[in-house]
């Protein structure tokens, strides 16, 4: 797996991370705040963010950023897995391109749909700082986006398909992980992997490769769960 690739599955895997901003209030002092995130089909970041927040505030007046996530059930911080994205933060127009899927990782939003002054950014990489783990650490300044492939115009389609046709195919793949779970569900798809929901718990299946199309799709995912299937 490419260090891009390696950091793209590490972003992917978490819903929270600290977004730093240049504060407008305190002419530019540096300003940090949680917020949830999601990172799109090429790896760039997703936020659904207030107008009255502070944060969105900050980079409306300059779009710098950072976001810095890793595992929060970690206690071993210094050791883990960590990244920090470096980019510029820029609305996006409407909401309806990106509803659906941000409310698959995030339904407990969906309220914030009816307010008037929530809207989505994309923060587009600059540069990625990766900490893989102690002694690990890399710059990513190239190439951390995927290409642009059909798959996210085949990811409603593949998902219905996937969670009617092959539920035994992904509880295969959760139990690779060491998992025996007793309800699963595939929640989202992108070239990296699969999110799935196992027992109210958010896991990643990373692909063995890049997958750009659903044909690709279906075949790592049988390449993870060869082991498991009778």
Not at 166 to 178: E, H, M, T, V
Request: proline content about 7%; overall charge neutral; hydrophobic content about 40%.
């Amino acid at each position: 797996m490419s260090h891009a690739r390696e950091a793209r599955c590490l972003l992917r895997a978490h819903r929270y991370g600290v977004l730093s901003t240049l504060s407008k209030r305190f002419n530019g002092h540096p300003f940090g705040s949680i917020a949830p995130y999601l990172a799109d089909y090429d790896g760039s970041v997703l936020l659904f963010i207030s107008g009255l927040a502070e944060h969105t505030k900050n980079l409306l007046q300059n779009p710098r950023v950072s976001l810095l996530t890793h595992d929060q059930n970690d206690p071993h911080i210094q050791t883990q897995g960590r990244l920090t994205v470096v980019g510029e933060a820029h609305p996006l127009d409407g909401r309806e391109p990106y509803e659906k899927r941000w409310l698959r990782h995030f339904p407990e939003n969906a309220q914030l749909f009816e307010l008037g002054d929530f809207s989505f950014f994309r923060i587009v990489p600059q540069a990625v700082r990766h900490v893989a783990g102690f002694g690990q650490a890399r710059w990513i300044n190239s190439h951390f986006c995927a290409a642009p492939s059909p798959l996210a115009l085949e990811t409603e389609n593949l998902l219905a398909r996937i969670n009617a046709e092959f539920p035994d195919l992904i509880k295969a793949c959760i139990q690779r992980q060491g998992i025996s779970p007793r309800h699963w569900r595939t929640l989202d798809i992108d070239c990296d992997g699969a999110t799935v929901i196992a027992d109210q718990k958010m896991l990643r299946l990373n692909f063995p490769s890049l997958a750009p199309n659903a044909q690709s799709v279906m075949d790592m995912l049988h390449q993870l769960a060869e082991k498991n299937i009778p």
